[in-house]
């Protein structure tokens, strides 16, 4: 008998002048990046949320602490692998991830294939079993000012 979980997580962070914007392993330009106390990468963020829910294990904030000086600025592309690296110690395996971006700026368009290739391979999933999309508050909010962004995250797990 297979045993499917599914996992949600959703991430948020501010943006600001005079940070690099990580979105899904890639820099992305633009005249704004992501607050955080690492890269502030808010999908990969998200991913790893889900996951770890999914797994019933937590969440990032458990086995990331923004409060360690080991996760200061840390490429969060590792915290994605060291949150594979915890469900795979669970004997659990991705079967397909789907996610949100809300952003007003920039357009990501023609970085998502290179987020899918990232996610994918730190997942060790196929590229179609990676699902990215986005979407604009339509000037409303946080969102719409640019003062921020958001992803949300929905992953499907299965026991080995």
């Known amino acids: 008998m297979t045993k499917l979980r599914i996992g949600s997580g959703v991430d948020f962070h501010q943006l600001v002048e005079g940070r690099d914007l990580w979105i899904g392993g890639v820099k992305i330009p633009h005249t704004k990046g992501a607050l955080g106390h690492s890269d502030a990468d808010v999908l990969l963020h998200a991913i790893c949320d889900a996951l770890l829910g999914a797994?019933?294990?937590?969440?990032?904030?458990k086995h990331f602490p923004d409060t360690s000086?080991?996760?200061?600025?840390?490429?969060?592309?590792?915290?994605?692998?060291?949150?594979?690296?915890?469900?795979?110690?669970?004997?659990?395996?991705?079967?397909?991830?789907?996610s949100t971006l809300c952003l007003e700026a920039p357009k990501i368009k023609s970085y998502v294939n290179l987020m899918q290739q990232a996610i994918?391979?730190?997942?060790?999933?196929?590229?179609?079993?990676?699902?990215?999309?986005?979407?604009?508050?339509?000037k409303m909010g946080f969102v719409g000012r640019e003062e921020g962004l958001v992803a949300y995250a929905t992953v499907l797990i299965e026991r080995n």
Do not use: M, Q
Not at 55 to 61: K, P, R, T, W, Y
Not at 73 to 96: F, G
Not at 132 to 138: G, H, S, V
């Open 55 to 61: 797994a019933c294990l937590g969440d990032i904030g």
């Open 120 to 138: 994918a391979e730190i997942c060790e999933i196929e590229i179609n079993d990676v699902s990215i999309k986005a979407t604009t508050t339509e």
């Open 69 to 98: 000086n080991e996760f200061k600025n840390i490429d969060s592309k590792i915290l994605l692998k060291r949150t594979v690296e915890l469900i795979k110690n669970e004997e659990y395996s991705i079967i397909n991830i789907d």
